[in-house]
């Protein structure tokens, strides 16, 4: 068994499709599928059921998964120590990061990082903040970057940055001509959201909840997987939505979307690193840099 049939049965267990999984690892459709297949028949054991045109895990799969990734992290952390060998003129650094911290607060640092070490591979996920900190407990990232609050004793958690929050909605919308909305505005409006365990839904629901209007009051026309196709969709109709200042600030410039008269509280941005597991040099030296 070899780390690379590891890595391509965690990514086709993740996904629960070949095809998708191939994608991610920018590797044929045949590889993965043979990597598979490989695995099977050395081991006499079947990971995947086949139903219909799905794969879906087996029994046996299941438990081997999450034997697959101890493994495949106790071998990143063996590769990480022989890299720190060389003081961080090699190696690679694993980062998950929700949505709206990857796409536009955590580039500009990630170039600022590779100026300073050039030798150093980042790779960078992109999540919401349940995953990411899934990846942090699993070993799978080195470190994480997420919008919202999170409970896991394993986890150290620090503020490295805050965020605004707005309510947008398109400029033909009735809140454009009226003074700001109420509560039960709020309350009767329909909102256009990003999934469960994003953390922009959790800030603009416990925002809500504080303000007194419950998360199940709240009318959601649309939920959707990612800011961008909110940002699109409220664009597009009669809706609202909450949404970070740094995704709409263009379209809040050119006059796509209309801020409303609604003032919600910041919301931080956090640093996610396993308690248990030492960081490496690089990973320390990105969180100093943040």
């Known amino acids: 068994m070899t780390l690379e049939q590891l890595r391509i049965f965690i990514a086709v267990a993740e996904r629960q499709h070949l095809t998708q999984a191939a994608g991610a690892l920018a590797l044929t459709p045949a590889a993965v599928s043979a990597s598979i297949k490989g695995l099977e028949e050395r081991y006499g ?30 071998a990143r952390n063996a590769e990480r120590t022989l890299s720190e060998l060389s003081g961080l003129q090699r190696g ?16 500009q640092l990630l170039v600022k990082f590779r100026q300073r070490y050039p030798n150093i591979k980042l790779s960078l996920t992109a999540g919401n903040t349940r995953s990411v900190a899934q990846a942090v407990a699993e070993g799978a990232a080195d470190i994480g970057f997420i919008e919202g609050g999170i409970d896991d004793p394993e986890l150290l958690v620090r503020t490295v940055s805050e965020d605004r929050m707005v309510v947008v909605v398109a400029p033909d919308h009735p809140w454009t001509a009226q003074r700001k909305p109420t509560l039960a505005d709020l ?73 409303v008269k609604f003032a919600m509280p910041p919301r931080a941005f956090f640093l996610l690193r396993h308690r248990s597991r030492k960081p490496s040099m690089a990973s320390a030296a990105l969180e100093q840099l943040v």
Do not use: C
């Open 92 to 107: 690679t650094l694993d980062i998950h990061a929700s949505q709206t911290i990857a796409s536009y607060w955590l580039p």
């Open 187 to 259: 309350a009767e409006a329909e909102w256009i959201m990003r999934e469960q365990g994003s953390g922009t839904r959790s800030a603009f629901e416990n925002a809500m909840e504080a303000a007194g209007v419950s998360a199940g009051q709240l009318k959601v026309a649309l939920e959707l997987p990612s800011n961008e196709a909110v940002r699109a969709a409220v664009a597009s109709g009669p809706y609202a939505a909450v949404m970070s200042a740094l995704v709409v600030a263009e379209q809040l410039a050119s006059g796509a979307l209309r801020e």
């Open 45 to 74: 054991v079947a990971l995947f059921d086949r139903v219909g045109r799905r794969i879906e895990l087996s029994a046996a799969g299941r438990a081997f998964l999450a034997e697959a990734k101890a493994a495949l992290a106790m």
